[in-house]
C-alpha cells in the first residue's frame, strides 16, 4: 500500500503559504508560519521561502485567489520548490484543485503533522494509533495520492515537469479502478485497526486499575516546552528531549520519590500544539486518556516563547477536548534560565499559584516537588497514634509509606502524630492490633 509518501517529501525543497484573514492578528499569523517553519523542518523537507497572502475569507474552490497561486507558483519555479505547505486546513477538494493549478505538490498543517508523527512513532501501539490517523486522513484525499503516484510513475521517463496533463489522461482509466480498490482497502484497513486499538485500550485500562492506589501525575504542555527534560530529571530517565517537535509520542511513566516518604507515579506524554488534528486526537484517545485519568496535571509552559498566552490557551483546549479539564493542575513555567527578572514577575502575578524552574539547570525542581508533595499531603489524613511496643511493625510501616510527624517514647507507648495516604489506613490498622489511634 502506498500510504507511506514520507519519502517523498523528506529533504525536498517547500515554500511555505501563511495566511491572513480578515479577524487574524498579523503577528499572531507570523508565529504560526515561523512555527509551520518547525514542523516542515522537523518533517525533513528544506524551507526556501515564507509567503503570506492576505485574503478577507477563504474561497471555497482553491483557499486563495488564482492570482495569488500564481505568484506562488512563480516562487516556488524561481526556488525550485516541488512542494507548497499551507498554514491552514485544506479540503480534500481545495488541494486537489490547488495541485492542479501549481502542478506542485501541497501538503496543509494536518498532512505536515501525521507526516511527522509518522517518522516518529516507535512503539506498535504509537504506530497504530499514527497509521490510524493517517488513513482517515488519506481516504477522502486518495484521488489526489493516486495522482501523485501516476506522476511519480511517469516521472521516471522524464515527464515529472510538466507533462501530467496528457500522461495523467493516458493513466486515468486504470487509476479509477485502482482507486475503487484502494478506497476499499483503507476503508478496511481503518476498520481493523480501530478494532486493534479497542484491545489496546483495554489492556492500558487494566494496566491503569493496577497502578490506581498509587497517585499519578501527567506532564502536559505545548511540544518543546520541556516536559521529557523535566521528567528526566525528576526521574533520572534518559527520555529523549529535543530541541524538535513532537519528540515524544509514547507516554513513559516512573516513579518519582517526594519529600515525606510519598511515591507517586509520573507520566510523560506527546505535546500538544495549535490545530493538532483531530484525527490525531481521536486515534490517540487511549494514551490521552491517561491524562484525563491523572490525580494532577503538570501544566509545562515554555517561558522564553513569545506566544506564552496563546500556549496555554491552546493546551487548556486540548485538555477540554480530551475530558481532562477537571484535573487539578498546576502550571509550571520552564526555560527561566532564558527570561529577565520582568517577565518572571509579570507570570507570577497574573498566574500567581505557577511554579518556575529550568528544568535544564535543575533550578527549582526541588521546590516543585516539595509543592506536589503539599499538593498530594492535602488528601492525606492525620493521625494521633497511642502505639503498643508490642506492635512495633506499625511504625516501620508509617515510616516506609507516611510521614512521622513526632514519636514521644513513653514507658508504656510511643505516643505518634503522623499523615498517611488514605489507603495505607487499611493495612496499618490491620497492624495496630494492641495500640488505639483517631483520625484528626
Ligand atoms: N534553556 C533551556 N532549555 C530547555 C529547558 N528545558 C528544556 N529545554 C530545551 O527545550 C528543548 C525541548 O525539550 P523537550 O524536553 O524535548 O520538550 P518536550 O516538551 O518534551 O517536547 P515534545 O516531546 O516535542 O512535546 C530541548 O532542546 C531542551 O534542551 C530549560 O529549562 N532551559
Ligand atoms: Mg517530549
Request: proline letters at 3%; glycine letters at 6%; one cysteine or more.
Given at each position: 500500500m502506498h500510504l507511506n509518501y514520507n519519502t517523498e517529501i523528506q529533504s525536498k525543497k517547500a515554500v511555505l503559504v501563511g495566511i491572513k484573514l480578515r479577524h487574524d492578528i498579523h503577528s499572531e499569523v507570523e508565529e504560526s508560519i515561523r512555527e509551520l517553519a518547525d514542523l516542515a523542518t522537523t518533517s525533513g523537507i528544506k524551507v526556501t521561502c515564507e509567503l503570506i497572502q492576505t485574503k478577507a475569507a477563504p474561497n471555497a474552490a482553491?483557499?486563495?485567489?488564482?492570482?495569488?497561486?500564481?505568484?506562488?507558483?512563480?516562487?516556488?519555479?524561481?526556488?525550485?520548490?516541488?512542494?507548497?505547505?499551507?498554514d491552514a486546513d485544506l479540503s480534500p477538494a481545495q488541494t486537489r484543485n490547488i495541485e492542479k493549478i501549481l502542478n506542485l505538490v501541497v501538503i496543509d498543517r494536518t498532512g505536515l503533522i501525521l507526516q511527522i508523527f509518522a517518522q516518529r512513532a516507535q512503539t506498535k501501539e504509537a504506530k497504530l494509533q499514527v497509521n490510524l490517523a493517517q488513513l482517515q486522513y488519506a481516504l477522502p484525499r486518495l484521488t489526489r495520492m493516486w495522482t501523485h503516484l501516476s506522476r511519480q510513475a511517469t516521472a521516471g521517463s522524464g515527464a515529472a515537469s510538466g507533462g501530467t496533463g496528457q500522461s495523467g489522461g493516458a493513466v486515468r482509466g486504470a487509476g479509477e479502478t485502482q482507486l475503487q480498490i484502494d478506497r476499499k482497502l483503507i476503508s478496511h484497513q481503518i476498520s481493523h485497526l480501530k478494532k486493534v486499538l479497542r484491545d489496546v485500550e483495554r489492556q492500558r485500562q487494566v494496566q491503569r486499575h493496577n497502578r490506581a492506589k498509587i497517585v499519578n501525575i501527567s506532564l502536559v504542555g505545548y511540544?518543546?516546552?520541556?516536559?521529557?527534560?523535566?521528567?528526566?530529571?525528576?526521574?533520572?530517565?534518559?527520555?529523549?528531549?529535543?530541541?524538535?517537535?513532537?519528540?515524544?509520542?509514547?507516554?513513559?511513566?516512573?516513579?518519582?520519590?517526594?519529600?515525606?516518604?510519598?511515591?507517586?507515579?509520573?507520566?510523560?506524554?506527546v505535546g500538544f500544539i495549535k490545530k493538532l488534528p483531530h484525527q490525531l486526537v481521536a486515534a490517540f484517545k487511549a494514551t490521552l486518556e491517561e491524562v484525563a485519568e491523572s490525580n494532577l496535571l503538570l501544566h509545562i509552559v515554555d517561558a522564553s516563547h513569545s506566544q506564552i498566552d496563546l500556549h496555554i490557551q491552546i493546551?487548556?483546549?486540548?485538555?477540554?477536548?480530551?475530558?481532562?479539564?477537571?484535573?487539578?493542575?498546576?502550571?509550571?513555567?520552564?526555560?527561566?534560565?532564558?527570561?529577565?527578572?520582568?517577565?518572571?514577575?509579570?507570570?507570577?502575578?497574573?498566574?500567581?499559584?505557577?511554579?518556575?524552574?529550568?528544568?535544564?539547570?535543575?533550578?527549582?525542581?526541588?521546590?516543585?516537588?516539595?509543592?506536589?508533595a503539599d499538593i498530594i499531603s492535602k488528601h492525606d489524613i492525620c493521625l494521633s497514634i497511642s502505639l503498643s511496643y508490642q506492635d512495633a511493625k506499625a511504625l516501620d510501616y508509617l515510616y516506609n509509606h507516611g510521614h512521622v510527624v513526632s514519636a514521644d517514647y513513653r514507658t508504656e507507648e510511643i505516643l505518634i502524630q503522623a499523615q498517611l495516604p488514605r489507603r495505607h489506613l487499611k493495612p496499618l490498622d490491620q497492624l495496630l492490633i494492641n495500640s488505639t489511634h483517631t483520625i484528626q
Open positions: 482553491h483557499f486563495i485567489g488564482q492570482g495569488k497561486l500564481g505568484e506562488i507558483k512563480i516562487t516556488a519555479d524561481q526556488t525550485k520548490s516541488e512542494i507548497v505547505v499551507f511540544t518543546n516546552a520541556g516536559k521529557s527534560t523535566l521528567f528526566n530529571a525528576l526521574t533520572s530517565a534518559d527520555q529523549l528531549a529535543e530541541d524538535k517537535l513532537f519528540a515524544t509520542l509514547d507516554p513513559t511513566t516512573r516513579t518519582v520519590e517526594l519529600p515525606k516518604n510519598q511515591e507517586v507515579l509520573l507520566t510523560d506524554t493546551v487548556n483546549n486540548v485538555l477540554q477536548e480530551i475530558g481532562a479539564s477537571n484535573v487539578p493542575s498546576l502550571i509550571v513555567f520552564n526555560k527561566i534560565d532564558q527570561v529577565n527578572e520582568e517577565l518572571l514577575c509579570m507570570l507570577q502575578i497574573k498566574h500567581p499559584k505557577s511554579l518556575m524552574i529550568s528544568a535544564l539547570q535543575g533550578d527549582g525542581t526541588q521546590n516543585l516537588k516539595s509543592h506536589i
